[in-house]
């Protein structure tokens, strides 16, 4: 039999709860079961991912669908083909699935998968991780929106994570000056390790705006948006003129109860007065551009040259994946988040 992860219910509001998620067994599918241009995949690795929690939100008119109920959730994730009725994979080849059913073995249409190079098992977490989805959105959104230039000071927010500890390195790489912000000490240990000029705890700050301040005297002309509400309200207080806000997630608002719970911006004139740029970025708008091997071309290099750190939180086992989810609205998870399955 085989494990599955199915979405539950819905939780418009508040923080989600193991009671989102049904973990159960099924009998596994047969390669007898394929029909022509399937093929059914072992599961290897599932990345694990905040947007996740607003598949589960429940409304129809999100920039991603809602996950069905009774349904198995679904994400990036890596598998081996274990039988094929495609000509284009065959058994034992090593696959990066885009809406990877989460369960220990699935049958997928040919189309949502995409062969790795051959040799792949022993690097195949790097797809889900280092190469992964949040890793592009970093390089995205440092580039197009970001446009860094040495010398200048680059604040990120959630630095420790999957997308804060690409664009700390690849702004250092840069030339900037990086300013990194994360929820406890030993994340801002790594985010010092890897290149990061400072970097502070905000759960101990009484005060985001002096702290900001304090990191850059000199003020944020990028400022990596990772957080949202009164973290990046903090950051506006303290940009340069010319500044480029990059709008990648706000993690803290995701489990707000309503409009009017959610953390209302006070300081906006300023991205008026400082003539600045606010730019909200998706990554799935990326896919297959140009941009994506730009990624695989810098990204690949520096983490082949051993000039690119990544950490990652693995949690083993499909039937602990739900807990993964949460974890992430408790910055419990160090680094990015993956499941082996
Ligand atoms: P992370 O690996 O950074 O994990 C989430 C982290 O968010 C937690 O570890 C925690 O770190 C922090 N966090 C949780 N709650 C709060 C809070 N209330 N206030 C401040 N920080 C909080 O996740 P990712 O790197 O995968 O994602 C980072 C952001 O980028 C998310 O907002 C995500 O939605 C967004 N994203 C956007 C994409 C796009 O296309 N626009 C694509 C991919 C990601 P800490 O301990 O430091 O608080």
């Given at each position: 039999s085989i494990t599955r992860v199915l979405a539950n219910k819905y939780s418009p509001s508040g923080a989600p709860s193991l009671?989102?998620?049904?973990?159960?067994?099924?009998?596994?599918?047969?390669?007898?079961s394929l029909k022509e241009?399937?093929?059914?995949?072992?599961?290897?690795?599932?990345?694990?991912?905040?947007?996740?929690?607003?598949?589960?939100?429940?409304?129809?008119?999100s920039y991603v669908p809602r996950y069905e109920l009774n349904k198995p959730i679904s994400n990036h994730g890596v598998?081996?083909?274990?039988?094929?009725?495609?000509?284009?994979?065959?058994?034992?080849?090593i696959v990066y699935i885009r809406g990877a059913p989460w369960e220990t073995k699935s049958v997928v249409d040919v189309a949502a998968v995409r062969k790795l190079p051959t040799g792949t098992i022993d690097n195949a977490r790097d797809f889900v991780t280092v190469f992964g989805m949040p890793s592009f959105t970093a390089f995205v959104g440092l580039t197009t929106i970001g446009k860094p230039k040495a010398g200048e000071t680059i604040l990120v927010s959630s630095a420790s994570g999957a997308v804060g500890q690409i664009v700390v390195q690849l702004a250092k790489a840069r030339g900037l000056r990086v300013v990194g912000v994360a929820g406890s000490e030993d994340k801002i240990e790594l985010v010092k390790s890897i290149g990061a000029d400072t970097a502070f705890n905000y759960k101990t700050?009484?005060?985001?705006?002096?702290?900001?301040?304090?990191?850059?005297?000199?003020?944020?002309?990028?400022?990596?948006d990772n957080v949202g509400g009164?973290?990046?309200?903090?950051?506006?207080?303290?940009?340069?003129?010319?500044?480029?806000?990059?709008?990648?997630?706000?993690?803290?608002?995701?489990?707000?109860?309503?409009?009017?719970?959610?953390?209302?911006?006070?300081?906006?004139?300023?991205?008026?007065?400082?003539?600045?740029?606010?730019?909200?970025?998706?990554?799935?708008?990326?896919?297959?551009?140009?941009?994506?091997?730009?990624?695989?071309?810098e990204v690949g290099k520096l983490y082949k040259e051993g000039k690119l750190q990544y950490r990652i939180d693995e949690t083993t086992g499909l039937e602990n994946a739900p807990q993964a989810i949460l974890n992430l609205f408790d910055g419990k998870n160090f680094g990015k988040s993956v499941v082996k399955v």
């Open positions: 009671d989102n998620f049904k973990v159960m067994s099924a009998p596994a599918p047969t390669k007898d241009n399937q093929v059914l995949v072992r599961s290897l690795y599932l990345s694990v991912d905040p947007y996740q929690r607003g598949r589960l939100i429940g409304t129809t008119n598998a081996v083909v274990e039988a094929s009725a495609s000509a284009d994979v065959a058994e034992g080849d700050s009484d005060n985001f705006v002096a702290s900001i301040k304090q990191a850059a005297p000199e003020g944020i002309d990028i400022y990596f009164e973290f990046l309200d903090a950051a506006l207080a303290n940009i340069n003129t010319g500044a480029r806000i990059v709008s990648c997630g706000m993690i803290s608002q995701y489990n707000a109860k309503s409009a009017d719970e959610a953390y209302g911006l006070k300081n906006t004139f300023n991205i008026l007065t400082k003539t600045a740029t606010f730019q909200g970025i998706l990554v799935g708008k990326y896919y297959g551009t140009p941009t994506e091997d730009e990624f695989m071309a």
